[in-house]
């Protein structure tokens, strides 16, 4: 009769060990994406600085950024969460709505010095549920030497982008890369264009995505853009760009310590053109934001945000930033940056007109990234742009919760 | 069961001398049960309890908001017919079928032939069998990444081979809806060639060589030999590869999810990746729990077929 009560006895221990676990009063967790060695080792490290500063251990945790969403709902449901937990900003309201996030205001966290746009990055229907350490955008990289070598300018406008990169493409290389993936690379990046345009992802059915969509499309009739970009994601884009097989490339300053590993590669970043002459070039805003979960436990809650606030500091944002080459949140901060790193100075500009994927349709952002995706997908491999977002719309909007 | 039945009388015999009857037979039923409960309770709780709860969560408005409040009030069949006017779920189920048919035919076809290939005695035989086990071996993820470079439209190697061979290398194998597909089924046919030929292979080894003498003097052809003979003593081995092949393909997700994430424009969307993005893209765990519902329903009417193949067999 042994092995089944020892059966059952070990089944029985799995089956509590699930469930909810004593929180122990000295030690707080914070969840977050930073599983490469790099971004774990400068967290830890801003983590040590704030535990001493606030006498508090502070244990890092980190899942894959696609898992950070799933496994905070299993830890709500199993009474487990953490103190802090570190969300990509278009993730975000989705916890938020659940009623799973506790007012960083009501917690005592100011948002003086953070512009109002970044301001509205970490808030969810006006209330403001994330600080952002720093935030990041795409911008346009060019290889110096072929431009120069071409005798070309740095593109501003849709025009000029469809030139110069049909007089960079030179045999086995292509004039710009960018990525239009199945995925959130993809939407990411279809942004700039669909927005710079007066697109709007409320209604996806309209001329002014459409028109984006034609300039992809333009650029992959030319031969500038290759047809594997429905393939690729953000980090493909730039091992072309690095292999030198993409003379420009939309991407963001995350690439950019893998940039500089190539010595004799000199590359340069603009803002990414824009329809026409005199227009505005909006970028969306990416990165994550770090929140208080609802753990029910007042004075944990309170603690948590005193975290959340050394995190966000003017200090270790530059910190942050420095390290991980983004633009700190803080006005005073991104001012320090700026004269620090002069040559991502256009990353700083095409912040400041950036804007968040969710300030209008919140929760409902993924359904309406994978409509878009699909859209643009179907549009690059040969349908039209007007039938296919006109698609789009109604799964955007079929398919999802209502805001 | 049969196992239970034959070794617990032994044990009976040993313990029981003396005693009234009614005691040892209680004794004996006790613990035939503590032998087959380990396994009850497992299956219950890890088998049973998942099943139920996702029959269950497809008739419910199961959101974000129910892992805080618990709530998750039953909507009918809303879930069900959400996903079934969903275009996606017609072209999933499409694409799934000839995925799943298109890979089991390729692989248990190179398979078989690789299998009948190496029973021949010749050098190296070992060396080679080996090595073909290899795809079985590297990690579903890490093909996946693998295969997306060698399938690059431009920089692939795959291109540039045909470039070479002057059989024009601009197929887009992975960037054109037309061909995404396709190219999918080839990386899996690569990845379940081993495990079809190892099992069909060892299948081989059992037919006894006698057989193949007789079928010699009678002046039976190759062909007709494998046709024959071969084909009828392997027959077993055959639904088992078949039947396992299918389970393991039907339900693919990693695999496409690392080629091309269901795309381009939905071209290798299959039930396996709906699931995925209903539930964890969406989180609309209703939905997805109604794909995953009919996964289970397809997967579980070839188990009973399965089943019912290897009852009559043994009688």
Known sequence: MLPPAVASLLVAS????????????????????????????????????????????????????????????????????????QFDASEMPTF?????????????????????????????RGTYYGAARTVNTLALFYNEDLLDQAGLRVPTTWAEMRQTAKQLTRGKRYGIALSAGGAEDGVFQFTPFMWSNGGDERDLATRNVAGALDHWKGLIADGSLSRSTVNWTQADVNDQFMAGNAAMMINGPWQVDTLNTKKDLHWKIARIPVPKAGDTSVGPLGGTVLTVPRTGEATRERTAAKIVRCMSSEQEQITYA????????????????????????????????????T?????????VSLALQSAFQSALTGQSSEAVLKKAQLRATGGGRGE | MTTVSTTVPAAHRTTAGGRPPSRPARRRRLSQWGFIAPAVVFMLLFFGYPLVRNVVMSFQDFSPSTFFDGRSPFNGTDNWSKVFHDDLFGKALWHTVVFTVGSLVGQFGIGLALAVFFTKRFPLNGFLRSLILLPWLVPMVVSGVVWRRILDQDTGVLNSFADTLGLGGNTPWLTSPGTALFSVI?????IGIPFNMVILYGGLQEVPRELYEAAALDGASAWRTFRSVTLPLLRPVITVVLVLGFMSTVKILDLILALTDGGPADSTQTLGTLTYQNSFVQLDFGAGAVVGNVLILISAVFAVLYLRANRSEGK
Not at chain 1, 27 to 47: C, I, K, M, Q, R
Not at chain 1, 104 to 119: A, Q
Not at chain 1, 359 to 367: E, F, I, L, N, Y
């Open chain 1, 322 to 357: 420095r390290n991980s080459r983004t633009v700190p949140a803080n006005e005073k901060a991104a001012e320090a940056w700026r004269r620090e790193v002069p040559e991502l100075a256009a990353l700083a500009d095409q912040v400041a007109t950036a804007r968040s994927r």
């Open chain 1, 14 to 85: 799995v089956a509590l060990t699930g469930c909810a676990q004593q929180r122990d009063d000295g030690v707080f967790t914070v969840l977050n994406s930073s599983t490469d060695a790099s971004y774990h080792g400068w967290d830890a490290a801003a983590l040590a600085r704030c535990g001493k500063q606030l006498g508090l251990t502070i244990e890092q945790r980190s899942v894959p950024a696609a898992h950070v969403m799933t496994k905070s709902l299993r830890m709500a449901s199993s009474k487990s969460l953490p103190d802090v937990i």
């Open chain 1, 96 to 124: 938020a709505g659940a009623g799973g996030l506790v007012d960083l205001r009501t917690l005592g966290l100011s948002t003086e010095d953070v512009p109002g746009g970044i301001v509205d990055f970490g808030s969810y």
């Open chain 1, 359 to 367: 300030t209008k349709v919140g929760a409902r952002w993924p359904s």
């Open chain 2, 186 to 190: 080839l990386v899996n046919v690569w």
